[in-house]
């Protein structure tokens, strides 16, 4: 980087350890409330674990669609969350009022049903996400940064109000087609099925994504894009193609997990933004740009977000996760911008 | 600074005279709301005065948000932090809150028997001020190193933080800090006690018959204070290391800006600004709620910003009086002024006021970035371009962006 050396009490701090030392203690002291917990009550531990387990895997598909677009355009694409919200309330349309399933529809229609409102929604919303890209962000590639992300936060009230405008204020629950009764059960350490088919569904996608990226000759073409654009452009790929199919995977991945999400909450216009953050957090957390660093981000926010509602022993409780999601997004920025997987970008150097 | 200014006055033309009318018209402006609102098609729109007030403490704090934003160059997403602040310490410093204590320094219009910490009015913006560029410090010192949007981003966080930890305050090792999701109210009002009564001026401003006008002259006051100030510093040898780091951080670095203590107080003074304006409004509303500081309040204060010109006083002034009018009252008399002339029923924009700020973002950066009333130099930023690294883009040929550069 050609940047001049700045010097900061900050940066001498970090080069003389302090700083790593803070962040260690920190690291200590929640490795000794985990174990406390487990020591105490060791079923509801992992009861709770296999709760954010849950949930992780929820974040990951909504924090892979915000890592693939800033690995590509270096833009947050706050509307993502928001993406993601609409993508739940059109599927409840799609799983109660057109395909009708409910708690008494036979086993082969409720599979059949998922995976025929998994495909429309995952090409609906590639769709959606593309043309945002198209309307919204295409004509500020010249721009500076910070006008793509204020726009970007534009579109995002503009996503929030469509929801509204369609769906109103009320929050939309699909019924228990899907049983909430124990698939998996040691114990008393229990797995129900809707928490099952969370990754059932999940895991195929990640499957697909990652063969999609690695293998596919347009996979190639956006890890180039990402990598160095101008010698992409130069060595033929189409990058204004490759951008839009980053955004459309992000879409379909955000639709997907929108699908996840319903199987277990209700969820209404706005749910997007707070989880949009949350999912967000998971992508800095584990290096954003990173494919695999969202994911583990995503698993880590999951356990975090579930021990901290779940568990007894001196834990703040529901009413402080979102202070607890943004101090870990704050202090990462502050030990470790890289996160847990990425690699030192200016922003953070 | 005084031959400056009449150097100025001399040489600005026509402008000072415009400036000089609007503000002596928006003071008349309590004098002449009511017969505006006789006007035969126009007169449903005119604001109120109280509207007025709630208006000016808005565009007070687009100006401060703007010194962050349009001079500095930093995203700001968390501006409602301040405003809580501000709005808290009024809460703090001006009510029964803590009524284990009795402590009264200038209070007015309330028995001195009454239990809690009751300072004047004027003292308190004052510290209101000074204890939210004190946030602002404490959040920019080990956030400011970052550049762009991991900046905008810490700050949203710090902006989502503290309206959480305001409401879950009620119980701070058993203290009662903020009172929860209840809020703090009453909070006292301005006013000029005894000394000011003999003089003619209101002993409170809450007990006055012409409370809403005595609000506003003061809002106006504040506001005019911020301009000034605003103004001052734009043109202050920190005003131009602000816009050199804009321009180029890397460039200013070189020639001797020190970054962070530049970037550390742009965060300090425009904190400054939404702090007194949060004191202001709370005791305009008489109270301070864990519901008023919520993320959007931020986006609204960024559309204002965006709207007018980031970096143009004017622009800001014009956007910030133009959105907080469609706020406070605008949407909701069109909406129905529609309703009742067409019969839509599903014409709601109020409902829709967030996607309306929304939109006019998008369309304000696709169309016109540079805002309404757009400061020259910014302007030609964006028609030059800057060493902010950019997208990548394929159209110009060559176009080469730093973060290309400073990664190989």
Not at chain 1, 123 to 145: C, G, H, K, M
Request: charged share 15%.
């Amino acid at each position: 980087m050609a940047a001049p050396a700045v010097t900061t009490t900050l940066d001498r701090l970090r080069k003389s350890g302090i700083v790593a030392l803070i962040g260690y203690a920190l690291l200590a002291l929640v490795g000794v409330w985990l174990v406390v917990n487990f020591i105490k009550t060791p079923t509801e531990f992992i009861n709770v674990a296999l709760i954010g387990l849950t949930n992780g895997a929820i974040f990951g598909l909504v924090a892979l669609g915000y890592t693939l677009v800033y690995g590509i355009l270096q833009l947050i694409n706050f509307a993502h969350g928001d993406v993601f919200a609409l993508a739940g309330l059109v599927s409840f349309t799609v799983i109660v009022d057109i395909l009708g399933l409910n708690a008494d529809t036979s086993l082969i229609a409720v599979v059949g049903g998922m995976l025929l409102t998994l495909l429309v929604i995952m090409v609906l919303f590639s769709i959606v996400n593309a043309t945002i890209e198209l309307v919204a962000y295409r004509r500020l590639r010249r721009a500076p940064r910070l006008a793509a992300l204020i726009t970007a936060v534009g579109m995002s009230f503009i996503v929030q109000n469509i929801s509204l405008a369609i769906y109103g204020v009320g929050f939309y629950s699909i019924p228990s087609f899907i049983p909430r009764s124990e698939a998996i059960g040691i114990g008393n350490i229990t797995y129900s099925w809707n928490k099952l088919a969370v990754l059932l569904i999940t895991i195929p996608v990640l499957i697909l994504l990652t063969w999609f990226v690695r293998e596919t000759k347009q996979g190639k073409a956006m890890r180039a894009v990402a990598q160095d654009t101008e010698a992409s452009a130069m060595m033929g790929i189409n990058v204004n193609r490759t951008i839009s199919v980053t955004f459309a995977i992000a879409g379909a991945l955000a639709g997907s997990a929108a699908i996840v999400f319903l199987l277990q909450f209700n969820m209404r216009y706005d749910t997007g933004f707070e989880l949009g953050l949350i999912a967000f957090t998971a992508a800095v957390l584990g290096g954003i740009g990173n494919l695999s660093g969202a994911v583990l981000g995503a698993l880590v926010i999951g356990f975090i977000q579930a021990f901290n509602e779940g568990l007894t022993w001196y834990t703040p409780g529901s009413d402080w996760t979102r202070t607890i999601v943004f101090g870990i997004l704050i202090l990462i920025l502050v030990f470790r911008p890289e996160g847990l997987l990425g690699e030192r970008t200016p922003e953070g150097a | 600074m005084t031959a400056s200014f009449r150097e100025r006055l001399l040489t600005s033309g026509p402008g000072i005279g415009v400036a000089i009318l609007l503000i002596v018209l928006a003071f008349l402006y309590p004098k002449y709301a009511g017969s505006l609102n006789d006007l035969p098609a126009l007169g449903d729109f005119i604001p109120s005065v109280d509207s007025m007030v709630i208006m000016i403490v808005f565009t007070m704090m687009a100006i401060g948000l703007n010194m962050v934003v349009g001079y500095a160059g930093l995203l700001d997403l968390g501006y409602v932090a301040f405003y809580a602040a501000g709005a808290y310490t009024a809460a703090w410093f001006a009510s029964q809150q803590f009524d284990q204590w009795t402590f009264h320094f200038g209070s007015v219009g309330i028995s001195k028997e009454l239990p809690g910490i009751h300072l004047s009015i004027w003292l308190v913006l004052a510290i209101a001020g000074c204890f939210t560029a004190l946030i602002g410090i404490l959040i920019g010192l080990p956030t400011l190193r970052l550049r762009g949007d991991y900046l905008a981003i810490v700050t949203l966080g710090f902006g989502e933080i503290i309206p959480q930890v305001v409401r879950n305050g009620d119980n701070v090792f058993g203290f009662d800090l903020t009172h929860g999701t209840f809020g703090i109210s009453p909070i006292d009002s301005p006013g000029f006690g005894e000394v000011g009564e003999s003089l003619g001026l209101p002993l409170s401003y809450q007990q006055s018959f012409d409370r809403a006008q005595w609000f506003y002259w003061t809002a106006l006051v504040l506001l005019l204070i911020t301009v000034f100030c605003s103004v001052q510093l734009r043109d202050s040898r920190l005003g131009r290391a602000w816009i050199a780091i804009r321009e180029d951080e890397t460039a200013a670095a070189a020639m001797g800006v020190p970054l962070m203590r530049t970037k550390t107080w742009a965060y300090a003074i425009g904190a400054f600004f939404g702090g007194v304006a949060g004191a202001f409004y709370s005791s305009f509303k008489s109270g301070a709620f864990p519901a008023d500081f919520y993320f959007n309040i931020s986006v609204f204060l960024l559309c204002m910003v965006i709207l007018g010109g980031m970096g143009s006083i004017w622009g800001v002034l014009l956007g910030g009086m133009l959105l907080g009018y469609l706020n406070v009252e605008g949407l909701a008399t069109i909406g129905a002024k529609v309703q009742s002339e067409t019969g839509w029923d599903w014409f709601e924009p109020t409902k829709y006021q967030f996607g309306i700020y929304g939109l006019i973002i998008v369309l304000m950066m696709l169309l016109r970035p540079e805002g309404l009333i757009p400061e020259r130099r910014h302007r030609r930023e964006l028609q030059l371009g800057v060493r902010d690294t950019p997208f990548y883009d394929v159209t110009t040929e060559g176009a080469m962006t730093d973060r290309d550069s400073e990664n190989d």
